[in-house]
């Protein structure tokens, strides 16, 4: 018994061509998640406050900062902004809040860049460590070990070159 070729097998056919064309088109399109950007130039920036003068002269550009917990590196140091570090308080007198510069205590903004980030459309990573904004960091450095947050992040390769 011999088959003929029918006008549902053609359809058939075109389907599962139909199929697979649209298959490929939306994984090379844009809306699925873009591939790794590995060894990319990234910066981004961590502050830790509340210390005195002695911790803030330890920073110096250059140094290389590590996770403490996980004893990776993060980064290196690329620019250091230590400014008068100042806190909200109650004025019980007056029942307002004021802002007053605490004397001899600093903020740190530590910029740090690294050639080693792994970026994606949702995460954003430094040696399998992840960055997000607000994360409490534990870094030490060569001459340091204190609690950051982290304060900014810079995809923009020439400034974090």
Known sequence: MKKKFTLVDALIVLAVICV???GYYYLRS???IKTKVQGGAFGYTLCVSNVPQEVADEFDVGDV????????EI????A????PYEDVFLDETTGNYTRYVV???FRILIHVTTNDAVI???NISVNNYELFYGKTCYIRGENFACTSVVWG???NEEEAA
């Open 65 to 72: 900062v590590y996770d403490s917990t996980k004893q990776i």
């Open 20 to 22: 697979l064309a649209g």
């Open 153 to 155: 992040l810079d995809t």
């Open 80 to 83: 250091v902004d230590v400014t």
């Open 120 to 122: 994606t459309d949702t």
């Open 75 to 78: 980064g290196k140091i690329g």
């Open 30 to 32: 844009n809306n699925i």
């Open 103 to 105: 004397p001899k205590k």
